[in-house]
């Protein structure tokens, strides 16, 4: 193609570091994977350990939860073709609220078409022109994202430092605010101080919003996130979180009092300029959460798993970071040694996610493992031994 002097298409073509990893034969993104994704799968043609999942609660391909999928469909076709507000909303939305509100012990629940679009339409609503929104700074880019589209000033305290977000409120005492956290952070899967957040928040009257994509199916005895682990689940002002993992699906939800969920609702560009979930998604999310109650124990049978995995890669001599949650990061440090390691230990039949900068900042390049209900200690093990016999083949441990 001919550029033309200016061409806002330069940045392509000047865009070399793709081309670097790929020639180095370390390019690790967009695997395709040819089956169901569970606990172990085929990958390009290769049995794999699939650790690099948000499946937390195994339940992609239960089957009470296809079943009710394909049955959403043949009772409601394939999509809704339009915007809740409009055209899009059926009563399955409806019903679906209304049980995850149940769910939740919340007032009220909006569903939204993604997660992402769930933090984008809540915060950008929320905080207005005079209002001051607090971030943890490893809070996810949608969260990033919701902020830079409101018209609220952004002040981004250090990853869970409550003094430095203290100083920051004390010398904005005169604007109204909010403090927007992850639950569980998703890329390190430490948790953020929920109860000093609702402590905080209390003292200087701003508002608490968790958004706990990585929490609401996989923390707290219930399976309802980090606040409920922390026992605070009733004290947080609004809840966010996804249908991507834990639900086994796709779409987003806000939970929290019916007067400000129907003002995000009649107000947030993203709820009401973008089509509905079709029905299918909406059908899994139902009977995801039908076996989410039926079976808690699957929120505990996950973490035994992501525990077995984290003490057997510690033991090693890995660096495991701090996690709570079915998150168990091997933080590595270095961008070419991450994406080896990833690249050797997909080789040996274990998929994990390499994740490096901008994802992380610099120094920080990791690999995130992630686990399911369904890994056995068997699997687990014999991922820990791939672990093992790559990371000393690297010099890692
Ligand atoms: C903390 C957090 N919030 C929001 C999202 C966005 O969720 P979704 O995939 O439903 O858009 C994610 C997904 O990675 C996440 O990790």
């Known amino acids: 193609m001919n550029?033309?002097?200016?061409?806002?298409?330069?940045?392509?073509?000047?865009?070399?570091?793709?081309?670097?990893?790929?020639?180095?034969?370390?390019?690790?993104?967009?695997?395709?994977?040819s089956g169901h994704v569970g606990a172990e799968m085929e990958i390009e043609g290769h049995s794999i350990i699939m650790l690099g999942s948000n499946n937390y609660l195994g339940l992609t391909d239960h089957p009470k939860v296809m079943e009710k999928a394909k049955e959403a469909i043949d009772k409601y076709g394939t999509g809704c073709t339009g915007s809740r507000f409009l055209n899009g909303t059926l009563d399955l939305h409806i019903e679906l609220e209304n049980r995850l509100a149940g769910f939740l012990d919340k007032e009220m629940v909006i569903t939204f078409s993604t997660g992402f679009q769930s933090n984008m339409g809540?915060?950008?609503?929320?905080?207005?022109?005079?209002?001051?929104i607090y971030l943890d700074r490893l809070d996810h880019a949608s969260i990033i994202?919701?902020?830079?589209?409101s018209y609220g000033r952004v002040l981004k305290y250090r990853h869970n430092d409550l003094e430095h977000l203290r100083y920051m409120l004390e010398n904005n005492r005169q604007h109204p605010g909010v403090i927007v956290t992850?639950?569980?952070f998703s890329m390190e899967g430490d948790l953020a101080d929920v109860p000093g957040l609702v402590e905080i928040s209390r003292e200087f009257g701003v508002r608490l919003i968790i958004d706990d994509a990585h929490g609401v199916g996989a923390m707290g005895p219930r399976g309802r996130g980090?606040?409920?682990?922390?026992?605070?689940?009733?004290?947080?002002d609004?809840?966010?979180?996804?249908?991507?993992?834990s639900f086994a699906c796709v779409g987003g939800f806000a939970a929290g009092p019916a007067r400000v969920m129907e003002y995000i609702k009649h107000t947030a560009r993203t709820m009401i300029f973008s089509a509905s979930l079709p029905p299918a998604a909406v059908g899994t999310v139902i009977a995801a959460l039908d076996v989410l109650e039926q079976e808690p124990e699957l929120v505990s049978r996950c973490h035994k798993a992501a525990e077995r995995s984290r003490q057997g890669l510690a033991s090693m001599g890995f660096n495991v970071g701090n996690s709570e949650a079915p998150i168990v990061p091997i933080i590595v440090?270095?961008?070419?040694?991450?994406?080896?390691?990833?690249?050797?230990?997909?080789?040996?039949?274990?998929?994990?996610?390499?994740?490096?900068?901008?994802?992380?900042?610099?120094?920080?390049?990791?690999?995130?493992?992630?686990?399911?209900?369904?890994?056995?200690?068997?699997?687990?093990?014999?991922?820990?031994?791939?672990?093992?016999?790559?990371?000393?083949?690297?010099?890692?441990?």
């Open 226 to 236: 980090t606040a409920e682990h922390f026992g605070c689940h009733d004290e947080i």
């Open 122 to 132: 809540v915060i950008s609503t929320i905080a207005g022109r005079n209002d001051i």
């Open 3 to 33: 550029l033309t002097p200016n061409d806002v298409f330069q940045k392509c073509y000047d865009y070399e570091r793709l081309e670097q990893v790929q020639k180095a034969g370390l390019y690790p993104y967009f695997v395709p994977l």
């Open 145 to 149: 994202d919701g902020s830079r589209m």
């Open 182 to 184: 992850d639950g569980v």
């Open 238 to 245: 609004l809840l966010i979180g996804t249908f991507s993992k």
């Open 333 to 397: 440090g270095d961008e070419v040694q991450t994406l080896m390691f990833y690249r050797m230990l997909y080789q040996h039949g274990v998929f994990t996610n390499p994740v490096v900068s901008p994802a992380v900042a610099s120094g920080g390049e990791m690999l995130r493992t992630s686990y399911m209900s369904t890994h056995t200690d068997e699997m687990i093990d014999r991922a820990l031994d791939v672990f093992e016999k790559c990371g000393k083949s690297l010099g890692m441990i």
